[in-house]
């Protein structure tokens, strides 16, 4: 069985180091020996286990992606970059016929998901790439259908608390703010509590003084109108591996669509998740 080419783009950044990381070790993959990268990296090279990766910056990608291809097409790539880089890399997957796993959170998402509608090729997209977490999310949104109305007259509160480099907010807490509102709390996205603090995160939620670069703590509350009742789920991620294993199971299942000839398709952690 010939290993599926990923091109991890977003290193020197912790996600995707990670992420490649994880990739060099597991046989089902090989690592494409070029990043995509941000404007502020210098840097000509990364080191990940001892194998030399070249950090492409965006003004070199038109120019050197003829030549990526033509040494390891075909390939998926993985995004985890920026906010501020989702549609434009989304468009430049689409224009090189380059099938992509987004797992960078924000931009613009309609735009995001439209784009691939549009392009030939397929992707995964998915705000959270833990597959326990979006199996989570999956039981909420049942919930959600099943139960209309049943926390009606209770107040919602969530936070969530990540690294201090995060620059939006966790589009998990974002996504379960509309279950919530099918389960009767009004509750919108802007409301979200998000902690970026490292001395609070250690001295008042307790995250561990070793995964403060690098953690996903989130917890919903739910308040009866009488204050007797308080419901609260919560799930805290420590490290990023998590993250990295199920990226790397749906960059092989999108692998698999793309043999199957598959375009114009966007999956979700949910098609993941249903065929493990």
């Known amino acids: 069985m010939n290993p599926v080419k990923i091109m991890v783009n977003g290193l020197p950044g912790d996600m995707a180091a990670t992420i490649a990381a994880h ?24 080191l990940i286990r001892d194998q030399a990766i070249r950090l492409v910056r965006p003004e070199q990608a038109e120019t050197i992606i003829g030549d990526i291809k033509t040494g390891f097409f ?27 796993v987004m797992g960078t959170t924000g931009g613009d998402r309609d735009r995001l998901h439209q784009t691939v509608c549009d392009s030939k090729i397929s992707a995964v997209i998915a705000p959270n790439m833990a597959k326990q977490i979006v199996g989570f999310q999956a039981m909420m949104e049942w919930a959600a259908h099943a139960f209309p109305g049943l926390f009606d007259g209770y107040t919602l509160e969530i936070q969530e608390s990540h690294q201090q480099g995060k620059a939006d907010t966790s589009g998990t807490a974002k996504a ?29 939620l307790g995250v561990p003084e070793n995964y403060l670069t690098g953690h996903a703590w989130h917890t919903y509350s739910l308040t009866s109108s009488d204050d007797t009742v308080k419901f ?45």
């Open 74 to 100: 075909p390939f998926i790539c993985i995004d985890f970059t920026h906010p501020s880089a989702v549609n434009g890399n989304a468009e430049f997957y689409c224009k090189h016929g380059l099938p992509f």
């Open 232 to 276: 609260e789920f919560s799930h805290n991620v420590n490290g990023r591996d998590i993250y990295a294993l199920g990226t790397l199971d749906a960059a092989n299942y999108l692998a698999e669509k793309v043999k199957q000839g598959r375009q114009s398709v966007v999956y979700s952690m949910i098609d993941i998740l249903k065929n493990l």
């Open 176 to 204: 379960m703010v509309g279950y919530f509102n099918s389960l009767g709390t009004p509750y919108t996205a802007d409301k979200i509590i998000k902690e970026r603090d490292p001395e609070k995160q250690r001295t008042i």
């Open 23 to 46: 990739g060099i070790m597991d046989q089902r993959f090989e690592i494409v020996p070029y990043s995509l990268t941000g404007p502020e990296i210098t840097d000509a090279d990364c």
